[in-house]
């Protein structure tokens, strides 16, 4: 169930059941999650910063994204991850031409 800052319920959605092609939904807790990608990151040798606000973000012809930041700052990956609320501006799904799914914890 989503619930807003009231405690007034905002949708139910069913989870667990398969989908078509046998994927079962999974849920997570937000913190579980981040620490779970910052862990695999840094073991991977990923260099993790917290405080930057995104301002733009584009897709490159190889298929990575290429992130900039408010301080003047960018970065380039495989994988944009955007993991600070469904209130977050700008929203990625505005910025890149592919959005997978949103989920809320």
Known sequence: M????????LATIPLGKPLAGGTVSQTIKRARLSHALQ????????????????????ATS????????????????DLLVGADGIHSAPDASSILPHRVGATSA
């Open 39 to 58: 862990d695999e990151a840094i073991r991977r040798g990923v260099k993790v910063q917290f405080g930057k606000r995104l301002v733009d973000a584009t």
């Open 2 to 9: 989503l619930w807003n800052e009231r405690g007034q319920r």
């Open 62 to 77: 190889d298929g990575r994204v290429t992130a900039r930041f408010a301080d003047g700052t960018q970065a380039t990956g």
